[in-house]
């Protein structure tokens, strides 16, 4: 199985400030990468697929790039309200597999 | 406009059954590939099953093989989980989704439903 493996595990930061997310694949995948944000009680919200195509309707502060097996989720200028867990997932190989996600506070 | 929506959630006792269903609407179903992701209390998310838009395909992840089967209802654009031999480990909110199939496997899965949640105890 391909194993997904993001960092950090969490991160606080400050309204403004640019975050960036890391997740790793044990093996290459090419571009099968999406990512995802949660928040507490709902269900996942597609944010970036095919590695770095922005999602219809999601603000251009969030942006994902990388190939293979290392990827980036990168925001901008963070916003009160992207507060969440943000999960990467592998579609590359079957069974199809998420990393641990990354848990985003505001300062 | 689109939606999907989960049902079939409970609490069931270690052992038994339960059938998940996905109801879906406001889309050309039988064009779609559905999935199936769960959550555990405070864990993070962890994918289950998929179905291609054909029926025709379907693949689980390790822990579920053998135990679920997920299919589909063209005739009520509905796609079933069937949980058999359920465990503790099995808690979770079960949540579907899915993706156009012409998209390929890179393509964005870019609806879910809220989820419905399974609680496996004695």
């Known amino acids: 199985d391909i194993q997904m493996t993001q960092s950090p595990s969490s991160l606080s930061a400050s309204v403004g400030d640019r975050v960036t997310i890391t997740c790793r694949a044990s093996q290459s995948i090419s571009t099968y990468l999406s990512w995802f944000q949660q928040k507490p009680g709902k269900a996942p919200k597609l944010l970036i697929y095919?590695?770095?195509t922005l999602r219809h309707g999601v603000p251009s502060r969030f942006s994902g790039s990388g190939s293979e097996t290392d990827f980036t989720l990168t925001i901008s200028s963070l916003q009160p309200e992207d507060s969440a867990t943000y999960f990467c997932h592998q579609s590359y190989r079957y069974p199809l597999t998420f990393g641990g996600g990354t848990k985003v506070d505001i300062k | 406009q689109v939606q999907l929506v989960e049902s079939g959630g409970g609490v069931v006792q270690p052992g038994r059954s339960l059938r998940l269903s996905c109801a879906a609407s406001a889309f050309t179903f039988n064009t779609y590939v559905v999935q199936w992701v769960r959550q555990a209390p405070g864990k993070g998310l962890e994918w289950v099953a998929l179905i291609s838009s054909d029926g025709s395909e379907s693949f689980y992840a390790d822990s579920v093989k053998g135990r679920f089967t997920i299919s589909r209802d063209y005739s009520s654009d509905t796609v079933h989980l069937q949980m058999n031999s359920l465990r503790p480990e099995d808690t979770a909110i079960y949540f579907c989704g899915r993706r156009e199939a012409g998209s390929g496997r890179a393509g964005p899965v870019d609806y879910w439903g809220q989820g419905t949640l399974v609680t496996v105890s004695s």
């Open positions: 095919a590695a770095s």
